[in-house]
T-cell receptor
Framework: NAGVMQNPRHLVRRRGQEARLRCSPMKGHSHVYWYRQLPEEGLKFMVYLQKENIIDESGMPKERFSAEFPKEGPSILRIQQVVRGDSAAYFC?????????????FGPGTRLLVL | DAKTTQPPSMDCAEGRAANLPCNHSTISGNEYVYWYRQIHSQGPQYIIHGLKNNETNEMASLIITEDRKSSTLILPHATLRDTAVYYCIVRVREYGNKLVFGAGTILRVKS
């Protein structure tokens, strides 16, 4: 059973461009979380999605950031008009739907560098 | 904000047991203790979790005090590859409850 997959692993963008980060959850997992780790800082929650629904986006910056998890395909974290402060590692985690309890499993992350 | 307190760093000799403490004095009755680790900016790796009983799996053991105000993660035979940042997190084990990461403990395993 393959783990959580994220691509690209590294992404370089110039200021003002768009960044699209993809996350494929583990097989059978229908819950996805996105976290961000700024340089020399801890991991911070951004958004929680189920298939076709954003459940909690309390950690998302108010502007330029959006996330989706369509019925088919990976979850996408989209950053429009990137700025240097967006440079960070973005991690996706998934969890199975198996009743009430759940554990999150993380992918390898996407390192975004904004020039 | 993180509801746990961990020492910022620890050293351990290769082959010896690594005992990582965590204080969570305000833990609620329905909150679990989770441990994750992050090896050199890789994705966080789930290690173990528990509610009140001690737990063991192929990676580690988790010892939770009877009052549940503190716990210890034990790596029985640390190797160089166990060098990582270890995070102790308390959370209700339900969907949608985000993980709140603190600074963690940097464990350095030395030969």
């Amino acid at each position: 059973n393959a783990g959580v997959m994220q691509n690209p692993r590294h992404l370089v963008r110039r200021r003002g461009q768009e960044a699209r980060l993809r996350c494929s959850p583990m097989k059978g997992h229908s819950h996805v979380y996105w976290y961000r780790q700024l340089p020399e800082e801890g991991l911070k929650f951004m958004v929680y999605l189920q298939k076709e629904n954003i459940i909690d986006e309390s950690g998302m910056p108010k502007e330029r950031f959006s996330a989706e998890f369509p019925k088919e395909g990976p979850s996408i974290l989209r950053i429009q008009q990137v700025v240097r402060g967006d440079s960070a590692a973005y991690f996706c985690a998934s969890s199975p739907f198996s009743g009430k309890e759940e554990t999150q499993y993380f992918g390898p992350g996407t390192r975004l560098l904004v020039l | 904000d993180a509801k746990t307190t961990q020492p910022p760093s620890m050293d351990c000799a290769e082959g010896r047991a690594a005992n990582l403490p965590c204080n969570h004095s305000t833990i609620s009755g329905n909150e679990y203790v989770y441990w994750y680790r992050q090896i050199h900016s890789q994705g966080p790796q789930y290690i173990i979790h528990g509610l009140k009983n001690n737990e063991t799996n192929e990676m580690a053991s988790l010892i939770i005090t009877e009052d549940r105000k503190s716990s210890t993660l034990i790596l029985p035979h640390a190797t160089l590859r166990d060098t990582a940042v270890y995070y102790c997190i308390v959370r209700v084990r339900e969907y949608g409850n985000k993980l709140v990461f603190g600074a963690g403990t940097i464990l350095r395993v030395k030969s």
